[in-house]
């Protein structure tokens, strides 16, 4: 198969092209473009940060995200850039000069990765309108202690692109077929509407679907496996709608989590947070709601808010469609109701009433770009002090994102107080026998899950509860 | 020598960025694994031991020769020379010889024509091992007296009589984590065969001149016939002073028995699986002090995890027995220090070599004392440290150059340290969920190699007859700006611009024999021995225009204006012609070895540093009791680099020294399973600090001062001290953990890293005091 994109405005046509190729393998040893740096080829160090750009109707919107586990044919019918692309002529952009004059890089071998990315920010690209810190979340810096990185994030404003060229071209792509082929053995379908989607999965029985390969990556890069016959539901508009309303929020199961957060941070403050801290922001201008929830994962981090939320799944196949509550879809470890020929096309969540008081919560040893020890969403309904509703679940405390009923049952119906919610803390611990590894131990997930309702309850009477929310007494 | 130049003495230097900044931020910066490869060149991949330690029955490589792209495949039996790449001890296996002692441990070498090839094909060896019996922890190898070396003892006076005699005394212990380096660009090395048998490596590597002689002797060639290059790495901190040995071996031995160009480019996972890490330590101790806090008595016990095999362990465990005093007066003191051998991978040199390991023992002893008594604790560290009269290291060595006490006193005031203690202590107690802490700690770091003889340096400098210099010298550029550096002593000699100087690669074939860059010692000795090359030179340019314009020596300035010579004036690049008319040689070497130093280490006595560096640092930070979670909320940094060489270059040593150091001891956990397996080997589990992890308030100041030694510029080393002062970071947060419950006169018991389930559990702990 062959696969077309747009570097530094010119049109790339590569032949050949193996499926599981990477962005990051191509441009540094076919290309020879070697400023993008392979740190761990895994979408973790954020040292082959690039740009890709979709077309959005008549402009580009630019995305930075990790080549490493970004497979070729995804960048079908995109634009690119590099940081071979930001000073083609050896001037260095304002960014650039503000970089190498103010101590930004010292080893260099992240240095790359952390110019796209405020670079990203410079020309405003999704998601990286937030503060430079939090744009920077997944790039990995050992020699600096990102002072002077961050400075020069604030200190260079907007920047000029002109991508009126780069529109035509992408727009002419536009109406070829879709980069779908095969490879040997290997192949590739890149459907364009949930109806084709569900057409190829009734006939490709094995295939293995694929969106932002935040995690599918990982099993070519470190597992080493080969993987016959994917699905790429990039192209799928459909799957990328994001439905707004009073109610709550439908998103398509193609939504990636960087577009997602301004809506969950209207849905609640804590979701908006919590997506903050899902990945680096590479991660989430790759990987998706829908892909965060269908792979099972054991701790989320979406899927236990949106079960406490009271959030809804439909999945699509060729027969029609399915809704289940959200919890309902976690059968067991690494295993969903997902028949092979399904697949999740959106999700629901209602929007809290204003008697609901939420707290999510995600504990990791790192604050940002982590994976949880714990990571837990509290719902209670309150009337007039009383508990009239609870949902509660966590994810890293079983082999699957679960609610906690003896908790939940010990909050309904009580007063809302220290003392029920002490009571509910100690029937959260019947509620799980969560496993010790690497992210922590049984005891730790135990404690630290209980403490989160004793926590909701003192930010309810306005205790400084958040370490991430307090200055230093230093003035 | 050096008194005798003006050139020499101290000069305000200009902080030019990194020499390689331009390229960094471009991409164009080419690091080892970023030159044209070519067509014919094979990628390799280690088979690697799944057993901690075990006996090999037999191995079954067919499916590995089988798989495609495999071109070749290795063994023990396959080198020609040594099966060895360890830096003393002849310890380290290029590929293991019947027993593994250690998972991971390479055991054959995969060449392929991919590096995927490669790396799939490995997976496919069937091993059938006889396991071993296994050490793989502190205790189990305490209980099997299981060592690399005898246990060392550094003593002064009776510490078991003062102990006894001692108003107060204080048992404790405590467990501090390895760290990974954590490099950006992995071990990576690209070996070609030349003509006649001769081998060139391009190799991340600190230590060049070891990769040579290893490869050599591997080879059973002379030195002579290997070169190795090295432009840059992408960051090293100590995992590329002996550890790229193995991958640049590697590489060697494939070209050299297929003639083909080979690259060992290792993956993250199995490089932080394979390479060694900085050394976990166990701390005990016994404190004996009276009731203002002075320390009258110390037994201190350092039991370290040195791993399989002895690297460079005995010398990092010598430096935790000279940092265990850090800033501090220790009338009767031991420190005994075991070097524990253990089935895990070989631990190694980590910025501040053990340093930073025995600077927390004896920090958080004050932290100790000062709880015990209710006391500040930074009034007990302070009426401990070095003075007049009480001056003298456990180890002999005068404290000629003590600092510490006006240094500490300066930034007490400037970060308001007691008006934010009690500011905290109000903050604390009006705050049942958050509590903070706050703490100033000191550091005093040795500069020198503790192994004498590699207290030398040498250089090349080549001045061309257009007036361009080059320059090459052994140190090597990890990022720590050591280039730009030296380049600036250079062009201050010749006083041109320093763009007139280019900066080459560290090569073996230019400056022989050289030592480790490393025990941030690069500026020091390459510093001082360009230096002497480029005067070597210069001298000659002042003789040749004192002979041809008929004035003194004393009448030839070299100026930014141009060399004047009596009444005549010339630019550099007209002297440089005219000289190379005049028949006068324009290249020159230069030596360095630093003066003054002797240690005798059967006795732990001597002076084995040049001098001292000196920084502290004021922490201050939050915890969540109900989480475990922290944050470091502000830091403010006064550190000491005598008379800087650039000063930009050395404030970004010091945050990114700092932020490392905080790494170590919050968030940083090497966790292994119960079968040597380490289970953080990936930064999906490894967690080094984030951008947001850089307190928001941070200010870094320098100290006013210079070396009392005549070091160049009179300057200080900086790569290593500054790491150490985020011990703060770890006494701040015991500090907020101890508001838990202000009255217990206890320290809270807490281990490093401070993850937040350590918090969690400490807290939880000393509330049930």
Known sequence: ?475 | MADRDPAWRVLPKPSHPHDSAPLHVTGAARYADDGPEPADMLHLAFGQSAHAHARILSMDLSAVRAAEGVVQVFTAADIPGANDVSPVAGDDRLLADGEVICVGQAIFLVAATSQRAARKAARLAKIDYEPLPACLTIEAAQAANSLIEPTQRMARGDADAALANAPHSLTGSFDMGGQDHFYLEGQVALATPGEDGQIHLLCSTQHPSEVQHLVAHMLHRNSADVTVEVRRMGGAFGGKETQAALFAAAAALVADKTGRPAKFRCDRDDDMVMTGKRHAFRVGYDVGFDAQGHVLALRLRLASRCGATVDLSPAINDRAMFHADNCYWLPDVEIVSERLKTNTVSDTAFRGFGGPQGMLAIERIMDDVAAHLGHDPLAVRCINLYGPGRDVAPYGMTIADNIAPQLIARLRTDARYDARSAAIAAFNAASPIIKKGIALTPVKFGISFTTTHLNQAGALVLVYADGSIQINHGGTEMGQGLYIKVAQVVADVFAVPIDRVRITATRTDKVPNTSATAASSGADLNGMAAYNAAMTIRDRLTAFLARTFGCADTDVHFTPEGVIAGTERLTFAQLCRKAHIGRISLAATGFYATPGIAYDRAAHQGRPFYYFAYGAAVSEVAIDTLTGEHKVLAVDILHDVGRWLNRQIDIGQIEGGFIQGQGWLTTEELIFDDQGRLLTHSPATYKIPTASDRPAHMTISLWDGENVEPTINRSKAVGEPPFMLAISVFSALTRAVAAVAPDVRALPRLDAPATPERILRAVSEHRAR
């Open chain 1, 1 to 475: 198969m062959s696969v077309h994109f747009l570097l530094d405005g010119d049109l790339v046509e590569i032949a050949n092209v193996d499926p599981t190729a990477t962005l990051l393998d191509h441009l540094r040893y076919t290309m020879r473009r070697t400023g993008t740096k392979e740190g761990c080829a895994e979408g973790d160090c954020g040292a082959c940060t690039v740009l890709v750009g979709d077309l959005e109707g008549d402009t580009i919107q630019w995305r930075a995200v990790n080549a490493c586990i970004l497979f070729l044919p995804m960048l079908d019918g995109r634009a690119l850039l590099t940081v071979e692309s930001l000073a083609p002529d050896g001037a260095l952009n304002p960014l650039q000069a503000c970089m190498a004059a103010n101590g930004s890089s010292q080893c260099g071998f992240c240095t790359p990765g952390f110019v796209m990315s405020l670079y990203g920010r410079c020309v405003g690209a999704s998601g990286h309108d937030l503060p430079v810190a939090d744009v920077l979340a997944g790039n990995l810096c050992r020699c600096t202690g990102y002072g002077p990185i961050l400075a020069a994030g604030d200190a260079t404003g907007p920047l000029e692109r002109d991508d009126s060229a780069t529109v035509a071209v992408l727009k002419a792509l536009r109406d070829k077929p879709a980069a779908s082929g095969h490879h040997g053995d290997r192949r590739w379908f890149a459907p364009r509407s949930s109806a084709a989607l569900a057409d190829l999965l009734a006939d490709y029985r094995d295939a293995r679907m694929v969106a932002g390969a935040t995690d599918v990556g990982l099993w070519v890069t470190k597992g080493l496996r080969s993987i016959d016959t994917l699905i790429f539901l990039g192209d799928i508009a459909e799957l990328q709608a994001i439905d707004e309303s009073p109610a709550g929020v439908r998103l398509g199961a193609g939504v990636r989590y960087a577009d997602a957060h301004a809506a969950f941070a209207r849905l609640h403050p804590d979701l908006g947070e919590l997506t903050r801290r899902i990945g680096g922001l590479q991660v989430r201008n790759a990987g998706t709601v829908g892909g965060n929830i269908a792979n099972g994962s054991p701790i989320g981090d979406g899927p236990p808010a949106f079960i406490a939320l009271g959030a809804e799944l439909t999945l699509r196949s060729r027969d029609g469609r399915r809704t289940m509550t959200l919890e309902d879809y976690f059968l067991d470890y690494g295993k969903q109701d997902r028949r092979p020929w399904e697949f999740v096309e959106s999700l629901w969540i209602p929007r809290p009433g204003p008697d609901a008081i939420i707290h999510i919560a995600k504990l990791s040893r790192r604050f940002d770009s982590d994976i949880s020890a714990v990571c837990g969403a509290i719902h209670l309904t309150v009337d007039e002090g009383m508990i009239s509703a609870a949902r509660i679940a966590f994810g890293g405390m079983a082999a699957t994102p679960r609610r906690a009923p003896l908790c939940e049952a010990a909050l309904v119906g009580q007063p809302f107080t220290l003392a029920t919610m002490e009571q509910a803390a100690a029937a959260l611990r019947a509620d799980y026998a969560p496993l010790s590894d690497v992210r922590g131990s049984a005891a730790y997930r135990l404690d630290a899950a209980a403490n989160l309702l004793l926590r909701l309850w003192h930010r309810e009477q306005g205790q400084a509860v958040s370490v991430l929310s307090l200055d230093a007494v230093h003035g």
